[in-house]
């Protein structure tokens, strides 16, 4: 099981070279919601984890 903070820093990390609107798109998710959860002010839904924690290490998404 992947940790929120696990994933937090791998997206601070990312965001760093690719537009969080960019990530926000390829997964299916309101910009505002990656904005949200990098500060901390969020955690997301166990899908929206996965799927992001799968995007960030360059897996395919399940769609």
């Given at each position: 099981?992947?940790?929120?903070e ?32 990098k ?12 799927a ?12």
């Amino acid at each position: 099981m992947v940790s929120q903070e696990e994933v937090r820093q791998k997206l601070i990390q990312r965001a760093e070279r690719e537009k969080q609107t960019y990530i926000a798109k390829q997964i299916g998710v309101p910009k505002q919601l990656i904005s949200d959860f990098k500060l901390g002010k969020k955690r997301l839904w166990e899908s929206t984890l996965i799927a992001l924690n799968d995007y960030l290490d360059g897996n395919p998404l399940n769609t």
